[in-house]
């Protein structure tokens, strides 16, 4: 039986449940909560959705339909021969993890735009940026390696699902910064500018795959 969508996930239900042709602002507050509202409230609101919207030409019957969606604020370079190369071990690894492939395809653009040979400043290095002692951690012994990577990867973000009771928002930011950052900062997103911009990031590659489907 396939594992229930995380919890957290109300985005996607409140955007289901949103007026026809309405702009979805939104953001993810400290809690992994999300907020919505169709405008920006405060500088916090960012443009989450796009609806489409039509355009009509007086004396003539031609609409022009415009199906663009926002693109997320910021985005590591996605290779899209290694998206096509790796979607298929990214299902696999989601079957056998649990995880809907939408999500690992959120983590992986924003964390290394599908480049195996990705590697950060920090030391974190392939497809989801593994830090060494996490990949020690869950036995990988090539971090490197694809196969190992994604497995290692979805298996940390799977576990830190369960740490915060399904809290996807809790989840990704302690896959970010660390879960004992959001523990010490009382299971809430740590005040950090990337972690805080980390968060709705993902989430909104998450939308946008899983609306793709």
Same mark, same amino acid.
């Given at each position: 039986?396939a594992?229930?969508?995380?919890?957290?996930?109300?985005?996607?239900?409140a955007?289901a @449940?949103?007026?026809?042709? =309405?702009?979805?602002?939104?953001?993810?507050?400290?809690?992994g909560?999300?907020?919505?509202s169709?405008?920006?409230?405060?500088?916090?609101?960012?443009?989450?959705?796009?609806? #489409?919207?039509?355009?009509?030409? #007086? @004396?003539?019957?031609l609409?022009?339909?415009?199906?663009?969606r926002?693109? #997320?604020r910021?985005?590591?370079?996605?290779?899209?021969?290694?998206?096509?190369?790796?979607?298929?071990?990214?299902s696999?690894v989601?079957?056998?993890?649990?995880?809907? #492939?939408?999500?690992?395809? =959120?983590?992986?653009?924003?964390?290394?735009g599908?480049?195996?040979?990705?590697?950060?400043?920090?030391g974190?290095?392939?497809?989801?940026?593994?830090?060494?002692?996490?990949?020690?951690?869950?036995?990988?012994?090539?971090?490197?390696?694809?196969?190992?990577?994604?497995?290692?990867?979805?298996?940390?973000?799977r576990?830190?699902?369960?740490?915060?009771?399904?809290?996807?928002?809790? =989840?990704?930011?302690?896959?970010?910064?660390?879960?004992?950052?959001?523990?010490?900062? @009382?299971n809430?997103?740590?005040?950090?500018?990337?972690?805080?911009?980390?968060?709705?990031l993902?989430?909104?590659?998450?939308?946008?795959?899983?609306? =793709?489907?």
């Amino acid at each position: 039986m396939a594992a229930p969508r995380p919890s957290a996930l109300l985005i996607l239900v409140a955007l289901a @449940g949103a007026p026809a042709r =309405a702009d979805i602002y939104g953001y993810v507050d400290e809690r992994g909560v999300a907020h919505l509202s169709n405008v920006p409230l405060d500088q916090r609101y960012y443009l989450f959705k796009r609806e #489409p919207r039509q355009q009509s030409f #007086p @004396g003539s019957s031609l609409v022009i339909i415009d199906t663009a969606r926002s693109a #997320p604020r910021r985005t590591t370079s996605v290779n899209p021969v290694h998206r096509k190369q790796y979607t298929p071990l990214v299902s696999t690894v989601a079957r056998e993890t649990g995880l809907e #492939p939408a999500l690992l395809h =959120a983590v992986i653009m924003v964390e290394s735009g599908y480049n195996p040979h990705a590697r950060s400043v920090k030391g974190a290095s392939g497809l989801m940026q593994m830090m060494p002692e996490t990949a020690r951690r869950y036995k990988v012994t090539d971090i490197w390696d694809p196969r190992q990577n994604l497995s290692a990867g979805a298996r940390y973000l799977r576990d830190l699902l369960a740490m915060f009771n399904n809290n996807l928002g809790l =989840a990704l930011a302690a896959y970010n910064a660390g879960e004992n950052a959001v523990i010490q900062h @009382g299971n809430r997103i740590p005040p950090y500018p990337e972690t805080r911009n980390y968060v709705p990031l993902v989430m909104q590659h998450y939308q946008l795959n899983a609306g =793709a489907r």
